[in-house]
């Protein structure tokens, strides 16, 4: 078990132009979350999966941020015509759920960088 | 709504000192308490919890953390600090039967003086 799996860790775009990042979970976890952590702040919650399913998806920032998880394994957050503001770190954390929260297992998270 | 106040954003110690890192939390419903800590450039590692039970919750490193209910605080601490705990450390908070959503505190960053 290598634990979670983020792709890129570093990532510099234009403004304008499109990102997706990747995150490969912890293999038998039914839970994937994506986190946004701005300088200075604590994780921001933006979206959960479990399983394929996205259950949660209201508190993802704007409509240019979307996110995948079609086989209910990997994850792609993308981001869409990318701003000076989305500038931060992505988090993607996983857990086994069945009805007590547990801890969330967090990966390095990829850092984004638009100039 | 949750909300996860660490009051304190810098804490600096001397080494093999004891320290206390505060975190309030507010909440209309009982939640689940963690804290995590995050060194440079890496992701978070979950130092300890508190779900139900003992309101003394012992955890890595030799840290611990007191659930005191009717002052909704969560303070975490170490009796003596080494130089490896230099970081940043985060109080979050998750409400049952929300899918695990953590709701973290601003962040302390911890450092140790040599």
């Known amino acids: 078990d290598t634990g979670v799996s983020q792709d890129p860790r570093h990532k510099i775009t234009k403004r304008g132009q499109n990102v997706t990042f990747r995150c490969d979970p912890i293999s038998e976890h039914n839970r994937l979350y994506w986190y946004r952590q701005t300088l200075g702040q604590g994780p921001e919650f933006l979206t959960y999966f479990q399983n394929e399913a996205q259950l949660e998806k209201s508190r993802l920032l704007s409509d240019r941020f979307s996110a995948e998880r079609p086989k209910g394994s990997f994850s792609t957050l993308e981001i869409q015509r990318t701003e000076q503001g989305d500038s931060a770190m992505y988090l993607c954390a996983s857990n086994w759920v069945q009805g007590v929260n547990t801890e969330a297992f967090f990966g390095q998270g990829t850092r984004l960088t638009v100039v | 709504a949750q909300s996860v106040t660490q009051l304190d954003s810098q804490v600096p110690v001397f080494e093999e000192a004891p320290v206390e890192l505060r975190c309030n939390y507010s909440s209309s419903v009982s939640v689940y308490l963690f804290w995590y800590v995050q060194y440079p450039n890496q992701g978070l590692q979950l130092l300890l919890k508190?779900?139900?039970?003992?309101?003394l919750v012992k955890g890595i490193n030799g840290f611990e953390a007191e659930f005191n209910k009717s002052q909704t605080s969560f303070h975490l601490r170490k009796p003596s600090v080494h130089i490896s705990d230099t970081a940043e450390y985060f109080c979050a908070v998750s409400p049952p039967n929300t899918g695990n959503q953590f709701y973290f505190g601003t962040g302390t960053s911890l450092t140790v003086i040599p």
């Open positions: 508190y779900l139900s039970g003992s309101t």
